[in-house]
C-alpha cells in the first residue's frame, strides 16, 4: 500500500509527510512517499494534493509537471483511488479559481473559488488560526471527530458552493466558509490537518483506513 503525495512545487510537503507517515505506522498503512513523478501517482493507492499559496500559480504548476494531471485523473477517477486534497489541493478540486483573474481547476466537484468577504470588516484577511467545524455530515472521515472540534485555517480565498450537496463540514468568519467536501473516493480539507494537532492526525488516520 502506497500513498503519493504530489509534488508540484507548492505545499507544505514535509509536515504533510511527516504526519501521514507518522499515521500511516499507526493505522498500518504502508508507506508515504512525496514524489512528482507521474507513474509513482497513477500506481498509488491514495492520493493527496498539498497547496501553499495563489489558486492560478498552482494550477499552473500543477500542469507544469508533464503528465501529472493525466495521472490524477487515471488514479483517482478512473481507479477510484482515495483522494484528499488540501487547502489549494482542496481549491483545484473545483472547475474554477477567481483569484487574481479565471483558471481553470481539475473540475471534479462543481463550485467556484472566491475570496472571502466576511460581513464583519474587522475581521483580518486572511482567515488565519484556528476555527471550530460545525454542520458535520456523515462520514467515515469524522470517526473520532466532533462538531465544534478545531482545525487550523490559513487562506484569502474558498469555495463557494452551487449547493450542500458536497459540503461535508463548514466554519463561520462572519460568514459560512466551507472548511471540508467530498463526494465518491474524493475529500478535500479548507484546513491543513497537519497542523491541526489532534483532529488533523485523527482525519489523516481515517483516510488511510477509508474504503469509499
Not at 510537503?13 to 507513474?39: I, Q, W, Y
Request: proline share 6%; charged share 20%; aromatic share 8%.
Amino acid at each position: 500500500m502506497t500513498t503519493a503525495i504530489v509534488d508540484y512545487g507548492s505545499g507544505n510537503l514535509h509536515s504533510a509527510e511527516k504526519s501521514f507517515a507518522r499515521m500511516a505506522a499507526e493505522t498500518g498503512a504502508g508507506a508515504v512517499v512525496v514524489t512528482a513523478d507521474p507513474e509513482a501517482v497513477r500506481r498509488a493507492d491514495r492520493v493527496v494534493l498539498p497547496g501553499v499559496g495563489a489558486f492560478g500559480d498552482c494550477a499552473a504548476g500543477l500542469r507544469a509537471v508533464e503528465g501529472m494531471v493525466e495521472a490524477l485523473e487515471d488514479a483517482v477517477r478512473g481507479r477510484g483511488a482515495p483522494f484528499f486534497g488540501i487547502c489549494v489541493g482542496m481549491q483545484l478540486m473545483m472547475a474554477v479559481g477567481r483569484e487574481r483573474g479565471e483558471h481553470a481547476g481539475l473540475g471534479w466537484l462543481p463550485g467556484a473559488v472566491e475570496a472571502i468577504r466576511p460581513t464583519d470588516p474587522a475581521l483580518k484577511i486572511p482567515h488565519m488560526g484556528w476555527n471550530t467545524l460545525t454542520g458535520l455530515a456523515p462520514h467515515a472521515l469524522f470517526d473520532g471527530v466532533a462538531e465544534g472540534d478545531s482545525a487550523y485555517f490559513v487562506h484569502s480565498f474558498h469555495r463557494v458552493p452551487v449547493d450542500d450537496a458536497h459540503v461535508l463540514a463548514r466554519t463561520d468568519y462572519a460568514g459560512p466558509i466551507t472548511a471540508m467536501v467530498g463526494a465518491d473516493n474524493l475529500i478535500g480539507a479548507q484546513f491543513h490537518p497537519e497542523k491541526s494537532q489532534r483532529v488533523g492526525l485523527r482525519l489523516i488516520g481515517n483516510f488511510l483506513r477509508w474504503r469509499p
